[in-house]
């Protein structure tokens, strides 16, 4: 039988596991999102071999402002690769990052949602001894 101190060390045990929970819970939404934004990427650059040179395309200017322009190198890309510096590449190296990315995302959602099922079988767990214990 749990005492009333042993009791509160268990909510708040319970109260950190819930924190821990929301917390992992968010950066896999995030992780998820990031994951849908690779999608898209990719199928936008898998799709750059189907358009026509001379094509008129939208280019991004800033956020909701576009520029009509020709598309003059449907194989070329220029990457942000960090620290204000980009690079060109190939459409395929590109493709090939991003499915690389891919995987990495997919590999830490799996590991966060395996955290949180242990998060919540501990939380279950402690719940269920102080259920017991205040009946």
């Known amino acids: 039988m749990l005492n009333e101190k042993d009791v509160q060390e268990k ?3 319970f109260q950190v ?3 821990h929970i929301e917390q992992i819970s968010e950066q896999v939404k995030l992780m ?3 994951n849908l934004e690779l999608d898209a990427s990719l199928e936008a650059v898998k799709g750059l071999d189907k358009m026509m040179l001379e094509m008129e395309v939208l280019t991004p200017l800033a956020n909701g402002i576009f520029l009509k322009t020709r598309l003059q190198d449907n194989n ?3 990457v942000n690769v960090g620290a204000d510096t980009v690079v060109e ?3 395929g190296e590109v493709s090939q990052l991003l499915s690389m990315q891919k995987q990495e995302i997919l590999l830490r959602i799996a590991e966060a949602e395996n955290l949180l099922q242990q998060l ?9 001894e102080v ?5």
């Open 120 to 128: 919540s079988e501990q939380a279950n767990k402690i719940y269920q």
């Open 76 to 78: 070329t890309l220029l």
């Open 32 to 34: 998820n999102q990031h």
């Open 17 to 19: 596991l819930q924190q």
């Open 11 to 13: 909510f708040q045990q």
């Open 131 to 135: 259920e017991e214990n205040v009946r």
């Open 89 to 91: 590449k190939k459409a």
